[in-house]
């Protein structure tokens, strides 16, 4: 539930998630090795990958830490 809220927050971001069982994208799970794996891509270079569940928290610091490099402005700061 904090992946779909945040990405109504985020609207200028684009968010997905991908079915890791679908073989027809089984190209693109290759490297997932954990469910759920969070990845940020920009300009298609890929920024982080981190996998493992993740608190509301800690989703919306890795959010504004990704924004933070792709603008190169100084990063919001993420309330607990």
Sequence with gaps: PHFIE???TYTDLTFCMI?????????LTGEIK???T?????KGRELFRNPGG??????QDMIETFKAEVT???KASVKA
């Design 6 to 8: 945040l990405a109504k």
């Design 19 to 27: 079915d890791t069982d679908n073989k027809d994208l089984a190209s």
């Design 34 to 36: 954990g469910v759920p």
């Design 38 to 42: 969070f990845v940020g891509f920009h």
């Design 54 to 59: 993740k608190s509301r928290a800690q989703l």
């Design 72 to 74: 190169g402005q100084k």
